[in-house]
C-alpha cells in the first residue's frame, strides 16, 4: 500500500519568528494519528503571514513534494494579515465550497464568531488542500467535522488511499 | 398560461458516448411531473464533461431555447473531469449561492460526501440554472430541498409562472 | 471611548425616487439602538439599485466618512436589478462568507425563498460591510443571526470597540 504523503503548512508571523512553538502544526499530526490507520509521513512548512510565501509552501508541497492532502493552519480570519484562503484559492484548479460551510457549521455550535473563518478547500491536480483554523482545539472540531469525507475525496483525484480507525472517524465512501 | 419550458442538460462522459442510458435526465422528468402542475415541456440536451460543450449547451438553452428553468445534472464532483459548476459560473450574470449551500445540507443527511458536491445556481437573463447531482436518487433529495423556492425566484426573474401540486412539493410566494 | 460611526445604506430604486419612505433604514436604526450600549453615530446614505452610485456610497462610508461598521440594505435577490452583493465584493478586500451562510440559514426557519438572498459581507480596510435583506422584518431576524460576532470582527480589523445590551444580544469574544 502506497505511503499517503500529508503536508501540513503552519501560516503564523509568530510561530515563523520563533516567538512561540507551533502547536498548531502538532495538533495537526496527533490527531491524522488517531484518525489513520493506513501508512502516511507528514511533510511540514511553516511560513510567515506573506501570500507569496503561503503560494511557494502550497506549489512545494503539491507539485515538488507530491503531497495527497495538505492541511494548513492559521490565516483565516477577518484581520488584515490573514491571507491563507486567498493564496489557496491562487493554486487551486477547483475549489470545494461545503468544506468551508461544514467546518464554519460546526464550530458554530462552539463559538458565533465562527462565521468570521474564511476557511476553504480546493483541488490541485492531485492534491486536497484543506485550510484549518489557528487554534489547536478548533483545528481538532474541524476535522472531526469533515474528514469522514477527505478519504474518498482522494480516491476521485487519484491520490494514495486513505483507511481510518472507526473508533475516532468512520470514512465514507459511496457504494463500497 | 404560458407553458414553461425547462431544459434539462445531462452532463456525462459515458452517457454521451452510449456507454450507458441516461438515467439522471429521466429522473429529473418524473420529479418535474410530480411537482408540477402548471403546463411544461422539457427541453433535453445530452454533452460529454468538455466545458466549451457544456457553455455551448447552456447558451442554447437559455438564449436560444429560452428555457425559463436549467437544471443540469452530473460533473458537480472534485474529479478532474467535473467542471459543470465552472461552465455555469461562466455563463451566468449573478450567483446564487444559497441553492449549493441548501443542497449539501439536505444532502449530508444523507451521506458524509455531500461536502464534495460543487454544485450551484445562478441567474442568466430571464433563466435560473441550478446544478443537480448525477445520481438519480441525489437528484430528488436536491430537488426537494430547494424547489420550494423556484417558482418565486422564476417570477422575480419574469420567467414562466409555475404552479405546483402542493402533495409534493409547496411553492412559497412571500406575500401571497 | 472612541464613538462608533455606522453606515447605513438603503438601495432602493423606489425609496431613492421618493416613491415610499426608507423603513429598512429605520428598522436597522431601530435594531442598532437596542443591541449596542457603547457610544454611535448613524452615517445615512439612500442611492437606487445602480452600480456605481452602490460603489461609490460605499467608498464614500468607508473611505471618507471613516464607519467601522456599514450595513446595506437592499437589492440582494435575483431581480435583474439586485446588484448590492456585487457592488459590496468589488470594494471589499477580503470577502467573509460565513455571514451569508448564516443569515441565510436564519432565514430559512422562517421562509423557503431564503436561499434565494445572495447577501455577502467583506472587509474594506478598517470597515465591516455586511448586506442586510430590504424587508424590515427580515433585517432583525438577520442581525440577531450574526451581530454576537461583529463586535470581535472590528477588534480584530482594528475599528471601533462595540458593547452589547445582553438582554437583546451577547456579543462573544473569544478568550475574554
Given at each position: 500500500m ?35 490507520t493506513s ?29 495527497d ?27 470545494l465550497?461545503g ?24 483541488i490541485?491536480?492531485?492534491?486536497l ?17 469533515v474528514f469522514a469525507a477527505v478519504p474518498y475525496c482522494l480516491d476521485l483525484i487519484e491520490a494514495a488511499r486513505l483507511e481510518t480507525?472507526p473508533?475516532?472517524i468512520l470514512a465514507f465512501r459511496p457504494g463500497s
Amino acid at each position: 500500500m502506497k505511503t499517503a504523503r500529508i503536508g501540513i503548512l503552519t501560516v503564523s508571523d509568530r510561530a515563523a519568528a520563533g516567538v512561540y512553538e507551533d502547536l498548531s502544526g502538532k495538533a495537526i499530526v496527533e490527531t491524522l494519528s488517531a484518525f489513520l490507520t493506513s501508512p502516511w509521513e507528514a511533510v511540514y512548512r511553516l511560513v510567515p503571514d506573506e501570500t507569496e510565501q503561503i503560494v511557494q509552501a502550497l506549489l512545494t508541497l503539491t507539485d515538488a513534494e507530491g503531497c495527497d492532502l495538505v492541511l494548513t493552519t492559521g490565516g483565516t480570519g477577518p484581520a488584515p494579515r490573514d491571507i491563507t484562503p486567498e493564496a489557496t484559492e491562487q493554486v487551486c484548479e477547483k475549489m470545494l465550497p461545503g468544506f468551508g460551510e461544514q467546518m464554519r457549521r460546526a464550530s458554530l455550535t462552539f463559538v458565533p464568531t465562527a462565521i468570521l473563518s474564511r476557511q476553504t478547500a480546493g483541488i490541485r491536480n492531485r492534491s486536497l488542500i484543506i485550510n484549518l483554523p489557528g487554534k489547536p482545539k478548533a483545528i481538532r472540531e474541524c476535522l472531526d467535522a469533515v474528514f469522514a469525507a477527505v478519504p474518498y475525496c482522494l480516491d476521485l483525484i487519484e491520490a494514495a488511499r486513505l483507511e481510518t480507525n472507526p473508533d475516532h472517524i468512520l470514512a465514507f465512501r459511496p457504494g463500497s
